[in-house]
């Protein structure tokens, strides 16, 4: 437990570095794009080969992939429905802020001891934080033409980190594995996104302190955690699995929002400030969420 919260707090301590590499001058508020380009482009990308490295999927429980997915539609759905007296652009915010659950970042390091499940799970909410919900956002805001399949398909084809998965997802159905040299260079990379991630986050902080904003954040975070937090009592009570997978979905559901989001709302020219100030506060939350549960689940 130790070894997770002190990793839990290098989050945070990153976090407040990039915050105050910003405040001395050392980052621009407008340095937060490129952040953001090698994030998604390439460390986010090479994490995910990493993490296919020696995985094996299990078909029998493809019912956590689907719960992965859906748990995301959700979130889309409900951030679209809370925000239809808004504007367009702010749905699009909300449903790309709400969505999306951290797990390669934040989640496999508390949960070493069952990362199948928690890797089912992720196959599913992948298609949502890699490209699902930036695609959809970015019709919503767009709207001149509709959410269609063909602007779906499209748009995903332009995400590198899902296209990514994807091609990993393929490659591990049929037991092909990367050559040494691939996985070693992407390896290296690898180790950065986690820090790259959190920088990132830090440099983009930014909160107005206006009664809106506030508002925004709270309506955010409070609809993700409700929706989250009973999930995972659904999960945990009622669906008939080996514990291990009721584990895995209980911290999958309280997990902090997707890392992706702060450079997704940057691609859309939305208010990233606020969004990272939305992924900051998401951390801290389920810090405190996935160690007392934690406490209770593995007693």
Not at 72 to 89: C, D, E, F, R, Y
Not at 118 to 143: E, H, K, P, T, W
Not at 251 to 257: G, Q, R, S, V, Y
């Amino acid at each position: 437990m130790a070894d997770i919260l002190t990793r839990a707090g290098c989050f945070i301590a990153i976090i407040l570095l990039g915050m105050v590499l910003r405040r001395v001058g050392f980052f621009k508020q407008e340095d937060f794009y490129v952040l953001s380009k090698i994030v998604v482009k390439i460390t986010l990308p090479a994490a995910i080969v990493k993490s296919f490295v020696g995985r094996e999927l299990e078909p029998s429980m493809i019912i956590l992939t689907l719960i992965g997915f859906g748990f995301g539609v959700l979130l889309i759905v409900l951030g679209v429905v809370m925000n239809l007296h808004k504007a367009p652009k702010d749905q699009a915010f909300a449903a790309l802020n709400q969505s999306g659950c951290n797990i390669s970042n934040f989640v496999l390091p508390f949960t070493q001891s069952f990362l199948g499940p928690v890797a089912l799970f992720d196959v599913g909410n992948a298609f949502i934080c890699l490209g699902g919900s930036y695609s959809i956002a970015a019709m919503i805001q767009d709207r001149s033409g509709g959410i269609s399949p063909k602007k779906l398909f499209v748009s995903f084809g332009k995400s590198v980190p899902l296209m990514t998965y994807i091609i990993m997802t393929v490659l591990s159905a049929l037991k092909i594995q990367l050559p040494n040299p691939v996985v070693e260079f992407t390896g290296i990379i690898a180790n950065a996104n986690a820090f790259m991630a959190m920088l990132m986050i830090g440099v983009g902080f930014r909160l107005s302190g206006s009664r809106e904003q506030l508002g925004d954040i709270v309506r955010i975070i409070g609809v993700r955690y409700a929706a989250g937090f009973a999930l995972a009592l659904l999960g945990w009570f009622l669906l008939p699995f080996p514990l291990e997978y009721r584990q895995a979905l209980v911290m999958c559901t309280l997990a902090p929002i997707a890392s992706t989001a702060p450079a997704f709302t940057a691609e859309l020219k939305g208010d990233f400030g606020l969004s990272s100030a939305v992924n900051s506060i998401s951390i801290l939350i389920s810090i405190g969420l996935i160690t007392g549960s934690l406490l209770l689940i593995l007693v």
